[in-house]
């Protein structure tokens, strides 16, 4: 954002943008300020009301749901195990998930780009909570902001010990239950449902875990608060890389609104040289991080739009048109130039959609089934009846949601014989791991060197579904 000479087109005096070093809520001595936002209202809040509703029941919804038998999304990094709508992933799948992960996140910097921070504002978990749970707790027993700054400064009386003892409890059992259901996709809603009816003398580790996150969610949305987008959060810190002027944000149109004066009914504010802001500091109250806006972008802001709500609604009483702080770019402002895709979001998009094409075509082809054919250490072959016979371990890992029947053939070269200590078929249960024996034979006329290489398939009703190759041990003979 220009300096206040530059937004003015004025020949005045450069004032310092001294909000610009320092945080919102930290005062000069370092001091926390504790931040009391009016309760907003108006379009932007409804919208953000009901894409929290969506959210909130996405969270809740998801642990209890299943795709043929396996859980929607579970993330157990201990166990190693993991699915994503439905579908297992393994050890053997990480260059996947590390390929989602890469895609993620240049689509985080494409949104970031073309729409700077609206998914700190309308999506981050943070935001959802905060703003969507604890803070409307907080309306219902402690009042608007008036009310909760004459709460916090009157002495501990029983209506001030009443009403935070009631908030505090809240948010404790709200942080107890946020806990539980993050541990529902980690170790799947069943795991956690058996734990609790056991209780902490049967899992005290558990239990202990669960109590030190519980204390970390209380902690968060209760104290810390705004603290974790302003000063912890590193995708705020990224926004000042990837923001520009012709990212769409919320921005004050100083155009318009400046020079800045106290409204009164029936002046013709463009005639005595006023803009449209009347500096009632509604968009300044109303923000959850304590900063003023009209100072212009601030790495604090998270796009939430409480300050359009609260600019619009005043804009109508004044009679004047709404839009004084609203979603544009800077050039949108400053130039009155209308957004158009730029070269950098279209190299962007262009890496997204490779990246895309590339990570469905790992997950169409990974396979229904791996296979591995190991011979065993110190493990040698032995001759008999005219055939040289090696033993292998084989693991077959099942990536499908359903069983498989299968049989081992050797493919090359095509004159070995597969021997089987039981059945010569084995069954594969659904996402499971299974290990072996086998020992394969050749003919000793066809094992010309001491070591051969050979590839092993594995079939179900005549379908490869893997091939591995190994190597097949023999004598050593002497080549004249």
């Not at 299943?66 to 393994?90: A, C, S, T, V, W």
């Not at 449902?193 to 239990?207: A, D, H, T, V």
């Not at 609260?310 to 009155?336: F, H, N, S």
């Amino acid at each position: 954002m220009a300096n206040k000479e530059e937004q003015l087109g004025t020949g005045a005096v450069i004032e310092a943008e001294t909000f610009r070093d320092s945080v919102s809520t930290v005062d000069q001595s370092g001091a926390r300020k504790w931040v009391y936002p009016k309760k907003p209202k108006g379009r932007f809040t409804n919208y953000r009301d009901i894409v929290t509703v969506f959210l909130l029941a996405v969270f809740f919804i998801f642990p209890f749901i299943k795709i043929n038998g396996n859980p929607l999304l579970k993330i157990n990094i201990i166990d190693r195990e993991f699915f994503i709508l439905g579908q297992p992933f393994y050890p053997q799948d990480f260059f996947i998930l590390a390929l989602g992960a890469i895609t993620s996140l240049v689509f985080i910097i494409l949104f970031t780009v073309v729409f700077g921070r609206i998914f700190c504002g309308w999506i981050c978990p943070q935001t959802i909570f905060m703003e969507g749970v604890f803070r409307k707790i907080e309306y219902w027993i402690e009042g608007d902001r008036n009310k909760q700054i004459k709460l916090a400064n009157q002495p501990w009386n029983s209506e001030k010990t009443l009403k935070k003892g009631l908030k505090w409890s809240i948010y404790v059992i709200i942080s107890l239950i946020i806990t539980h259901w993050m541990f529902m996709y980690i170790v799947g809603y069943e795991e956690v449902l058996r734990i609790m009816q056991g209780g902490p003398i049967e899992y005290p580790s558990n239990f202990i875990v669960m109590l030190i996150f519980t204390g970390l969610f209380y902690f968060v949305f209760a104290w810390f608060r705004e603290q974790v987008c302003t000063l912890v959060c590193p995708y705020g810190r990224l926004q000042g890389v990837l923001i520009d002027k012709e990212t769409i944000n919320v921005f004050y149109d100083f155009k318009r609104g400046e020079n800045r004066s106290k409204w009164r009914k029936g002046e013709d504010r463009k005639a005595e040289g006023k803009g449209d802001c009347i500096d009632c500091n509604q968009c300044v109250v109303v923000c959850p991080t304590g900063i003023d806006i009209r100072n212009g972008q601030q790495l604090e802001c998270i796009n939430c739009t409480m300050c359009i709500d609260a600019c619009d609604e005043v804009m109508v009483k004044t009679g004047l048109p709404k839009g004084l702080i609203r979603y544009a770019t800077q050039d949108e402002i400053e130039k009155e130039q209308k957004f158009k895709f730029t070269t950098r979001m279209k190299a962007y998009s262009f890496v997204l959609i490779a990246l895309l094409g590339f990570l469905g075509y790992l997950l169409n082809n990974r396979g229904e089934l791996e296979a591995k054919f190991i011979k065993p250490a110190g493990s040698s072959f032995f001759i008999k009846n005219g055939k040289i016979n090696n033993t292998y371990n084989y693991t077959f890992l099942n990536k499908s949601n359903i069983d498989h029947t299968v049989t081992i053939k050797v493919i090359k070269p095509n004159n070995g014989e597969v021997i089987f200590s039981g059945d010569n078929v084995i069954l594969l249960k659904r996402d499971k791991l299974l290990k072996g024996t086998v020992s394969i034979s050749f003919p000793e006329k066809e094992i010309k060197q001491p070591k051969q290489n050979i590839t092993i398939g594995v079939y179900e009703n005549g379908k490869l579904l893997d091939t591995f190759d190994t190597y097949f041990e023999g004598p050593f003979k002497l080549q004249f």
